[in-house]
């Protein structure tokens, strides 16, 4: 069984920096896309950021491109998202997550991602 369990949340001013961290386990980290959602308050998922197995591909959300990096260890099975010039509205919720099977795209859609981290919570103060 594959799990992933999201580390680093936390509360930060606006204009501050965290760094998220999600570990994986269960099966080889390599050769699937690993992607992060995040959920507001009030607000259904949506799409921050994902990487494909090989890092070569990347996609951002509007919202966090400039200010958020993803990344990946496949050695040490984990990936990141480092956030900086963060702001209020980037208060959430936020999941890791990767795909049941392989698959040859990085995709943005939630419903492409079968496996899903607890989630951890950033706050984010004005």
């Known amino acids: 069984q594959v799990q992933l369990v999201e580390s680093g949340g936390g509360l930060v001013q606006a204009g501050g920096s965290l760094r998220l961290s999600c570990a994986a386990s269960?099966?080889?980290?390599?050769?699937?896309?690993m992607g992060w959602f995040r959920r507001a308050p009030g607000k259904e998922r949506e799409f921050v950021a994902a990487?494909?197995?090989?890092?070569?591909?990347?996609f951002y959300a509007d919202s966090v491109k400039g200010r958020f990096t993803v990344s990946r260890d496949n050695a040490r099975n984990t990936v990141a998202l480092q956030m900086n010039n963060l702001k209020p509205e980037d208060t959430a919720v936020y999941y890791c997550?990767?795909?049941?099977?392989?698959?040859?795209?990085?995709?943005?859609?939630?419903?492409?991602?079968?496996?899903w981290g607890q989630g951890t919570q950033v706050t984010v103060s004005s």
């Open positions: 269960g099966r080889t980290f390599g050769g699937y896309t």
């Open positions: 990487m494909s197995w090989s890092g070569l591909t990347t």
């Open positions: 997550a990767t795909y049941y099977e392989s698959r040859s795209y990085v995709s943005r859609r939630e419903d492409d991602y079968g496996y």
